[in-house]
């Protein structure tokens, strides 16, 4: 008979053998990865490195990202749970692809792909007869739209007996971690490397060691920086040779992150480096002069801490968005004035049908084409480099000191200060007296400029659409914007029984049309504010004085058609005068665009730069950026509503999250950039940056729910 202790041994070898034959790690699906934990042993050996691997495998045509995913991405994150004997490393990665989306270069893996960690162990661990192996797997993947997906994953493996046999290699999964691992990037050999910087270009030098030949060719060469923010993915990658030296030059990033003192990535060649190895290791010091980063021109996107621009609208998801964001723009605070103007004039018209609705048509028209105009000119500007979204013309002090004029205008119009009708040449007069359409379609030109710096809900997702596709879907979807915006009136024009809601005509709408006024004055102090705060409180005094000179003009020159001397008109012209005088600076203004004003330091709130951002969330914080400006009426409602409140300021504090700014008052094309890789068009956005997670992009019109929510987010695993 066996010994007892050989005995002992043997039931524990063979006990061990039948949980092997069980060990197992659940897969998880989801919409479009496949993910789980998979070793390359079939048991833990105290005291011997084990090798596991996360294998996450991709729907066709869908892609993960690498360790820096390049101008776009976020890489795959995993984040372990192993009993306190074991230790969890970082993941070793293989070489990326290089995956071209429109003209951004990112890098990641498409298919399958293992990505490898060595779990350290101990003596200790021989105690236990299994261990539960758990980590928590976050990645984004990406087709043409980014989906951030992620799954709690675990792996149940039997530990191996001290004195038992050794643990075999797994059948399924050896082989596969084995091969992936003698794939990864080796040490160059048979090479000597340098780099130097030349301002914004660093030329990454290669020369053959003395004992080793030169080579004839070594093909195409490409490199992959570890880090993200120092070498600029889309930028081309330039190889030249002098002799047996080849020099690769790499573009500097155009947004620095961090610092830059080595050279460090995978260099891919298509001829064979080190050993003919396809893919080696280069870390080497980084020498030369200053670091610039490339301007705009040179390389053609900016490294953001977000998920590549691709829309996921279909033309038809699209169109009914602009007709639902459309409609909602009716709601905005920017288009009260021109809304009550409306209102007052279907009052006026009475009830004739036939009338009614040629006025409704006349305004619905003026509304569209003033839509196909806004499209026209924001295609023509983007096409030629300018980063312009929606409301880009208040970007211009003149463009706003002009419609302060013109509110200021047609409010003393309406207070009885002057008629319209009398400053009119009597040909023009009469002429527009036939033809009382023409202001209808200009009273719908005028609510899409108004209305242009509000943006709706459901706007947002339709104008990134719009501005990144066909010129065809950018027609037929601006073309539903002044639909669903028309359609109020319209709507009035073509329903008798909805207008029989409206008062009688009678002695009220004097009354009315005066205290319609001061809509209008309130929209000219906000447009002087707006101008305060993109030039300065001389700009604001010069706006009023202007402002005071012209309503001088008008009552003068009134008079004097009413009856009055004219001196009056004497007095009119030099009212215009004056407010020519006064006002040129103003419009001169623009000319000189000096540096946005800083926070104040007692400010919570930094200004916004993709590096900011970026080295924040890399150091661990979360960051929430509030893409705004003076001008978008919607951004300063949530702001007095929502983000100035002490419930959210207070969730901001605990949850440590760190206040961004991006001020669009002014044009900025780094700002303009930033709105476009997030597939915006206008303000306002807010995203929230989480470490380790993918960004939360909220809605338009911000409620403090969603925002306590979304800071709810970063403590849930």
């Known amino acids: 008979m066996p010994r007892p202790r050989l005995l002992i041994n043997l039931i524990a070898t063979a006990a061990f053998a039948a949980a092997a034959a069980i060990a197992h790690a659940a897969p998880v699906r989801t ?69 071209p989306v429109g003209p951004l270069i990112n890098y990641g893996y498409e298919g399958e792909v293992l990505l490898l960690t060595d779990i350290a162990t101990t003596g200790d661990v021989a105690t236990a007869q299994t261990v539960t192996l758990a980590a928590r797997a976050d990645w984004l993947v990406c087709k043409e739209v980014c989906i951030p997906e992620g799954a709690d994953l675990a792996l149940v493996l039997p530990v191996a007996p001290k004195d038992g046999a050794a643990a075999p290699t797994d059948a399924r ?36 060691s003395p004992s080793a030949p030169a080579p004839a060719d070594i093909g195409k060469l490409r490199f992959f920086a570890y880090n993200a923010g120092q070498i600029e993915p889309s930028g081309a990658q330039q190889l030249s040779r002098d002799g047996a030296r080849w020099t690769l030059a790499l573009p500097v990033a155009v947004q620095r992150v961090g610092e830059f003192t080595r050279v460090a990535g995978v260099l891919e060649s298509t001829g064979g480096l080190g050993g003919n190895e396809r893919a080696v290791v280069v870390d080497v010091p980084l020498a030369g002069t200053a670091i610039a980063a490339a301007t705009p021109a040179e390389s053609s996107a900016q490294v953001l801490p977000f998920a590549p621009a691709e829309s996921a609208l279909s033309l038809g998801a699209a169109v009914v968005l602009a007709l639902l964001g459309g409609l909602l723009l009716n709601l905005m605070p920017c288009v009260f004035p021109v809304l009550s103007l409306k209102v007052l004039g279907f009052a006026a018209h009475g009830g004739d049908r036939a009338t009614m609705r040629k006025h409704g048509l006349a305004f619905a028209a003026g509304v569209v084409v003033s839509f196909w105009l806004l499209a026209a000119v924001l295609v023509a500007l983007r096409a030629a480099g300018s980063q312009l979204g929606w409301g880009f013309q208040l970007q211009s002090p003149v463009v706003v000191a ?71 879907s950018t027609w037929i979807v601006f073309t539903m914007l002044g639909a669903g915006m028309a359609l109020p009136y319209l709507a009035l024009a073509y329903f008798p029984a909805w207008r029989s809601k409206l008062p009688k005509p009678g002695a009220w709408m004097r009354r009315l049309r005066q205290l ?10 906000w447009l002087a504010w707006v101008l305060g705060a993109q030039l300065d409180n001389d700009a604001v005094a010069r706006l009023a004085a202007t402002l005071l000179m012209v309503a001088l003009a008008l009552w003068a020159w009134q008079t004097m058609r009413t009856g009055g001397a004219r001196a009056w008109g004497v007095a009119a012209i030099a009212g215009l005068a004056g407010a020519l005088i006064v006002g040129w600076p103003v419009a001169a203004g623009v000319a000189s665009e000096g540096a946005k004003p800083a926070l104040a330091a007692s400010e919570p709130w930094q200004d916004y730069t993709p590096q900011r951002v970026a080295q924040l969330v890399a150091a661990g914080q979360p960051v929430f950026v509030d893409f705004t400006a003076a001008w978008c009426v919607t951004c300063q409602v949530n702001k007095r509503l ?60 911000l409620s403090k729910q969603e925002v306590l929510a979304a800071i709810g987010t970063l403590h849930s695993s």
């Open 31 to 99: 919409a479009h990865v496949e993910a789980e934990l998979v070793s390359e042993r079939s048991a833990i050996v105290p005291g011997e490195p084990l090798t596991v691997a996360l294998r996450l495998v991709m729907e066709r045509g869908w892609h993960t990202y690498w360790q820096n995913p390049g101008d776009s991405g976020l890489p795959t994150t995993l984040t372990w749970k192993v009993p306190a004997p074991l230790r969890a490393g970082p993941i070793q990665w293989p070489a990326p692809q290089v995956l």
């Open 173 to 208: 999964w050896g082989p596969a971690i084995a091969r992936t691992r003698a794939s990864f990037p080796r040490a160059l050999s048979g090479w000597n490397a340098s780099a130097t910087a030349h301002g914004s270009v660093v030329d990454l030098v290669l020369t053959p």
């Open 402 to 472: 002009g419609l302060a004029l013109l509110f200021f205008v047609l409010a003393l119009n309406l207070s009885g200060l002057f008629e319209i009708r009398l400053l009119l040449p009597s040909s023009l007069a009469g002429w527009n007296a036939k033809n009382p359409y023409v202001n209808d379609a200009l009273s719908g030109v005028l609510a899409v400029v108004i209305a242009s710096p509000c943006s709706a809900p459901f706007m947002g997702a339709a104008l990134g659409y719009a501005l990144t596709s066909s010129i065809a």
């Open 516 to 525: 319609l006024a001061f809509p209008l004055y309130a929209t000219v102090i």
């Open 642 to 701: 929502v983000l100035n409140t002490d419930a959210v300021r207070q969730a901001f504090a605990q949850g440590n999250v760190a206040l961004v700014r991006a001020d669009w008052t002014r044009r900025d094309p780094v700002i303009g950039a930033a709105l476009a890789a997030l597939g915006r068009d206008g303000v306002p956005v807010y995203v929230l940056y989480r470490p380790d997670k993918a960004p939360l992009l909220l809605s338009e019109l």
